[in-house]
């Protein structure tokens, strides 16, 4: 593990293949922490690239600087905690595969920062235009239950109760039985151990929602994405078939957002945890997107 610090975190990651290696960096999701990727990430090392993987704002060793900040959980937030890692780091530009909460801060780092994101992979979540949260279709809105759950008055003390557990439900229910183990959740959910853990998931869904206290140093950057609408970086989605958090519908039919080389991939019987269930699978496709751009 390596430490850096920015204007805001002492970030926490992972960093390993090729020194000279093309640098790409590896965001996980929620409730995950960087054991999500990596054994994607040692299959694309072994291809060539120079693999970085920060535990996000909220996770595992990953701490605020400062205990006055906000712990504010956007996708603004997230993409520009990646830049700031990126600068800490000397590095220019960069590729992005994202995770869930990964995937969101991979599309908002294409939106605003294009000059410094060569190509993404969103997992697992589709393109949101101007980063905007829409109410979803019913068929969605059920999945959606966690959400509207922390949104609720209550939902803030239920989640302090027991944050494993209501994370353990996550992984129980988003994917076909079987895909995990127990010692495998335990390794991971000790990321959710960290003091702002139940502060950044709350902030992260409750925003979008209803109106929550915001860090003001990225309401710029907020502003901004409420404008763009397509994406120029090559982008390549990765859904799977059998995901019972994210309908595979909801990343139909985005083929007009996208003015770079798009493409959408699925993977039958693989859940909401694609680079946990099919990791060679994940890194094949991230490995042959990246290499055509």
């Known amino acids: 593990m390596s430490v850096v610090r920015t204007a805001v975190l002492e970030v926490t990651y992972d960093i390993g293949g090729p020194a000279n290696g093309l640098p790409l960096m590896l965001l996980h999701g929620w409730p995950d ?7 994607s990430a040692g299959l694309l090392q072994a291809r060539g690239w120079r693999t970085i993987t ?7 060793p990953t701490r605020f600087l400062s205990d006055a900040a906000i712990r504010d959980g956007r996708g603004v937030a997230l993409a520009q905690d990646a830049i700031d890692l990126a600068d800490a780091l000397g590095l220019q530009a960069f590729a992005v ?6 995937a969101r801060a991979a599309y908002t780092l294409a939106a605003l920062f294009p000059q410094r994101v060569r190509a993404i992979a969103g997992i697992a979540l589709a393109y949101q235009p101007r980063g905007a949260f829409n109410l979803p279709p019913f068929s969605q809105a059920r999945r959606f239950w966690y959400q509207w759950f922390l949104a609720l008055d209550g939902g803030p003390s239920a989640l302090r109760a027991d944050p494993k557990g209501f994370a353990r439900i996550q992984w129980d229910t ?42 003001r140093r990225y309401n710029v950057l907020q502003d901004r994405l409420g ?38 991939v699925i993977l039958d019987g693989v859940g909401h945890f ?20």
Not at 33 to 39: K, S, Y
Not at 235 to 253: F, H, K, R, W, Y
């Open 33 to 39: 922490d960087v054991r999500g990727w990596r054994r």
């Open 54 to 60: 920060p535990y996000l704002r909220g996770f595992g």
């Open 97 to 102: 595969a994202g995770h869930d909460w990964g």
């Open 174 to 215: 988003w994917s076909p039985p079987g895909w995990f183990d127990e010692g495998e959740f335990a390794a991971t959910a000790r990321s959710f151990e960290n003091p702002d853990w139940v502060a950044i998931t709350l902030h992260g869904y409750r925003s979008r929602w209803r109106s929550e206290p915001l860090d």
């Open 227 to 264: 404008d763009i609408e397509t994406l120029s970086a090559a982008t390549l989605m990765i859904q799977g078939a059998a995901d019972l958090c994210n309908e595979p519908a909801s990343s139909e039919g985005l083929d007009r957002f996208f003015t770079g080389a798009y493409q959408r």
């Open 274 to 293: 694609p680079p946990r269930e099919a990791p060679e699978a994940v890194a094949e496709a991230i490995d042959r997107h990246l290499r055509l751009t």
